[in-house]
C-alpha cells in the first residue's frame, strides 16, 4: 500500500511547472491544504475559459473589498512577467514590421479618432484618444500563449508598445486635456514611473540572470505555469476595482457613461479586429489581435484622470469588461477546439 507522500508525489509530478514539486515534502499535517490547493489549479486550469466571467461576477459582487486591494496588483504583474520573460532568451527577441504597423496603428487612430469626433463632441473625443492611446497590457503574454501566440513576438511588443505609448502620448497632451503646460519630459518620466515597475524592472532581472545566473533563470522558468493563478488573482482585483470606480463616477452622468462605454466597446471591436488581420499578415494573427486589442487599462484609468476630463475614464474601465468577456470566449473557443 503507497503511503500518502507517495501518493501526492505522483500527483504533482504530472503537473510539474504549476505547483513546485517539493510541496510535497511538507509535514502530514499540511497536506490537506496542500491537496486542496492542487485540486482548485487543477479546477481552474481545466475550465480557464470562466475564469474571466467569474472574475467579473466576483468583482462585481466584491467591487468595494476588491477596490482595496489595488495596491496588491502591481506585485502580482511583476512576478508574471518575470515569468513569462524567464521563459524567452531575451536577447533573440527582435523588433519587426507587424510591431511597427501595429504601434503606429494605434498612433493614428487615436489622432484622427479625436479629430474626427471632436467637430460633434469633446467628451466623446477624449474617450476615443485616450480609448485607442491605452498601452498593450503588461500581463499580455500570459493570454497570448494560451491561445498559441509566439511567446517571442508578442513579448517584444509588450516592451515596444508600451515605450512607444510613453513617448507618444505626452505628444498629444501637450494639445489636448488639462495639462496641456506640462513639460514633454516631465510627461514622459511621469508615464515611465508607472510602467516601470511592473514592466521593465523584471525584463532588465531577468537580463542579468540569462547574462549571469542562467540556472537561477531556468529553474524560474519552470514554473511559469504560475503564471496563469497570478493573472486570474490580478484580473479579479482589476475588475473590482473597475466595476467599484463606474459605481462611483456614475452618480449623475448615466448618460455619459453610457456612450463612453458605447465608444470603448467599438475600439475594443476594431482594435481586436485590425491586430488579428495584421498579424495573419504577419504569420501570428494571435499576437496581432492580442498585441493591439489587449489593454492596460490600469494605466489607462490613471491617464485619463490625470491628463483628460475625469469622465474619460469611463472608456479604459468600460474596455477591461469587453476585452476580459472576449478574451473568455477565445479561450473557450480555443480549448473546444483543441479537445477535437
Not at 82 to 101: C, D, G, M, P, Q
Request: proline residues 4%; glycine residues 6%.
Amino acid at each position: 500500500m503507497e503511503s500518502n507522500a507517495q501518493s501526492y508525489k505522483k500527483k504533482w509530478k504530472s503537473h510539474r511547472g504549476i505547483i513546485p514539486r517539493k510541496i510535497v515534502l511538507l509535514p502530514p499535517v499540511f497536506m490537506g491544504a496542500s491537496s486542496s490547493l492542487f485540486n482548485v489549479c487543477t479546477v481552474l486550469k481545466k475550465h480557464r475559459s470562466l475564469v474571466l466571467p467569474l472574475a467579473i461576477v466576483v468583482g462585481f459582487c466584491l467591487h468595494g473589498a476588491l477596490a482595496e486591494l489595488k495596491p496588491v496588483v502591481p506585485f502580482l504583474l511583476f512576478f508574471i512577467l518575470l515569468l513569462n520573460f524567464s521563459s524567452v532568451e531575451i536577447r533573440k527577441l527582435r523588433i519587426t514590421a507587424l510591431h511597427l504597423w501595429m504601434l503606429l496603428f494605434q498612433i493614428l487612430l487615436s489622432l484622427f479618432g479625436y479629430l474626427a469626433v471632436a467637430r460633434f463632441d469633446s467628451l466623446l473625443a477624449q474617450g476615443v484618444l485616450i480609448g485607442a492611446l491605452m498601452p498593450v497590457a503588461s500581463s499580455v503574454v500570459v493570454i497570448s500563449c494560451m491561445l498559441g501566440a509566439d511567446r517571442a513576438t508578442i513579448t517584444t511588443y509588450s516592451m515596444v508598445g508600451n515605450l512607444g505609448i510613453a513617448l507618444a502620448a505626452p505628444v498629444f497632451f501637450s494639445f489636448i486635456g488639462q495639462h496641456v503646460d506640462m513639460p514633454f519630459w516631465e510627461s514622459v518620466l511621469l508615464i515611465l514611473s508607472k510602467i516601470a515597475p511592473t514592466l521593465i524592472l523584471p525584463f532588465v532581472l531577468v537580463i542579468l540572470m540569462q547574462l549571469f545566473l542562467p540556472k537561477a533563470n531556468d529553474w524560474i522558468a519552470r514554473y511559469k505555469g504560475v503564471s496563469f493563478y497570478l493573472w486570474a488573482m490580478a484580473l479579479m482585483i482589476t475588475i473590482g476595482q473597475t466595476i467599484h470606480f463606474i459605481f462611483v463616477s456614475g452618480k449623475g452622468n448615466e448618460l455619459q457613461i453610457l456612450w463612453l462605454s458605447v465608444v470603448s466597446l467599438l475600439l475594443c471591436v476594431v482594435q481586436f479586429a485590425v491586430g488579428k488581420a495584421m498579424g495573419a499578415r504577419f504569420g501570428d494573427r494571435v499576437s496581432g489581435g492580442q498585441g493591439l486589442g489587449q489593454r492596460n487599462t490600469a494605466l489607462a484609468i490613471w491617464m485619463a484622470g490625470m491628463y483628460l476630463h475625469p469622465l474619460t475614464t469611463i472608456v479604459p474601465a468600460a474596455y477591461s469588461v469587453w476585452q476580459n468577456l472576449f478574451n473568455s470566449l477565445q479561450l473557450w473557443l480555443h480549448d473546444r477546439r483543441e479537445k477535437k
